[in-house]
């Protein structure tokens, strides 16, 4: 099978693999769509948490497809069905695996970064980690639920009211999808801040009422219209971002953290302040089980719609080409997908 494998960062190549086989309780999808991420970039390069990846690994955890074969003790799937499939694969014996929380599981392990992933024509998954489609979703749309079902997790931890003011740090992929999930909450306004002009157009598409490319505080203060915005997510990398929200969100408000930084980077806020403005800070790791299952909902009844959010589709043989559009951010830009279908 083809594959994208990086075989230590940032060496990596199209190579054939043997075509893997699947166990007693897993299925084998032919892979349809698979979405490059900013992690993907972080496993290329390197930069990664440590313990993360386990080197050589073909990279991948947005991905769909159609299940091919299905182990002897798989009930769930059959062959031919369309699958969305979770990364995570839990241990299922820490205390995070426990409470449903696999997110957390202290073993680490998953598609696309220490087991092989969707950048490749077939993958081997855990049966109960896959999730049907139904007929009129897409592919291509579904392979945003990974992606989405964070931010999904991270708004509904914010308990945003109708009529609320929401703002938005960084308007890649992340940050359109959360612009989107807001909008089911019935804002008032929403302010899409991002340092590349060119997303405007993007983030207009999404739902934006407002856009800037300033990260003046007292200007985003005043775009307002109050004391400070009722909710802001901070969807871009680094500690500059981060700071920002804590600066233009109101008293009482909440700062929903999907975008990270550096273990090296450290943020400081006067505890004092933190305490006298009443703060809610919301850090969100990843999706779960639960959450992933409401996302595919919100898709498939019509009240999330993702697809449009698709800008780029490339064959694996583009895949340098894909990197390129990410990386430059040159031209209005969403999601950035190899297609094999």
Not at 310 to 325: G, N, V
């Amino acid at each position: 099978m083809k594959a994208i494998q990086i075989f230590a960062p940032p060496r990596f190549d199209l190579v054939n693999l043997p075509d893997p086989r699947c166990g007693r309780s897993q299925v084998l999808i032919r892979t349809a769509f698979c979405g490059l991420c900013g992690t993907d970039l972080e496993i290329l390069r390197g930069t990664a948490a440590p313990g993360l990846v386990r080197y050589p690994v073909v990279p991948g955890h947005e991905w769909t497809g159609v299940v091919e074969e299905v182990g002897a003790e798989v009930a769930s799937c059959r062959v031919g069905d369309r699958v969305s499939v979770e990364g995570y694969l839990p241990c299922d014996r820490c205390a995070a695996c426990l409470m449903g929380e696999s997110n957390r599981c202290q073993a680490r392990e998953q598609i696309g970064m220490t087991h092989n992933g969707g950048f490749a024509e077939l993958v081997v998954a855990p049966a109960r980690s896959c999730h049907l489609l139904p007929a009129h979703v897409g592919l291509d749309e579904a392979l945003m639920v990974e992606p989405a079902s964070t931010v999904v997790r991270g708004i509904e931890r914010a308990r945003l009211q109708p009529g609320a003011r929401a703002a938005i740090i960084g308007c890649g992929p992340i940050g359109l999808i959360a612009v989107r999930v807001v909008r089911l909450r019935n804002p008032a306004a929403i302010l899409g801040i991002d340092l590349a002009a060119t997303q405007e157009p993007m983030a207009v598409r999404a739902g934006v009422t407002q856009f800037t490319t300033s990260t003046d505080p007292r200007e985003l203060l005043g775009r307002s219209e109050a004391a400070g915005w009722d909710l802001v997510v901070n969807c871009a990398h680094g500690l500059r971002s981060l700071d920002l929200a804590f600066q233009i969100v109101r008293s009482g408000g909440t700062i929903v953290v999907i975008g990270g930084a550096p273990d090296e980077q450290v943020f400081q806020i006067s505890a004092h302040a933190f305490v006298m403005r009443d703060l809610h800070i919301e850090g969100v790791l990843g999706y779960t089980t639960r959450s992933w299952v409401h996302t595919l909902e919100l898709l498939a009844d019509g009240k999330l719609k993702l697809g449009d959010l698709i800008t780029h589709r490339t064959p694996i043989e583009q895949f340098q080409h894909a990197l390129d559009l990410v990386t430059s951010r040159a031209e209005p830009m969403g999601k950035v997908v190899i297609a094999f279908a």
